[in-house]
């Protein structure tokens, strides 16, 4: 069994810049792909980005792309998501998933608990 658990979230003003992470416990965190995913008041989950096992290939949603970046650190078990230049409409819960890649939900087997990002105008 995976457990993921995400950090880092939090208030900040647009424009501004946070950093997540979400580490992993479990299976050999290197050996699968990692996913980060959001989700707004009233609307669908959404997907963010995605990261292969080795951090080599990566995806992004076009509402973030050139804003946002994923990396991972296998030696570390974590995943991270650089967010610069936010927006309000950012603000979300975000969550970080593994065991899929692509930006449909149904193909991640694991997920986090979700960290709050509430970006003020």
């Known amino acids: 069994q995976v457990q993921l658990a995400e950090s880092g979230g939090g208030l900040v003003q647009a424009g501004g810049s946070l950093r997540l992470s979400c580490a992993a416990s479990?299976?050999?965190?290197?050996?699968?792909?990692m996913g980060w995913f959001r989700q707004a008041p009233g609307k669908e989950r959404e997907f963010v980005a995605c990261i292969n096992w080795s951090g080599i290939s990566t995806y992004y949603a076009d509402s973030v792309k050139g804003r946002f970046t994923i990396s991972r650190d296998n030696a570390k078990n974590t995943v991270y998501l650089q967010m610069n230049s936010l927006k309000p409409e950012d603000t979300a819960v975000y969550y970080c998933?593994?065991?899929?890649?692509?930006?449909?939900?149904?193909?991640?087997?694991?997920w986090g608990q979700g960290t709050q990002v509430t970006v003020s105008s």
């Open positions: 479990g299976r050999t965190f290197s050996s699968y792909a």
């Open positions: 998933a593994g065991g899929g890649y692509g930006d449909l939900a149904d193909r991640y087997d694991y």
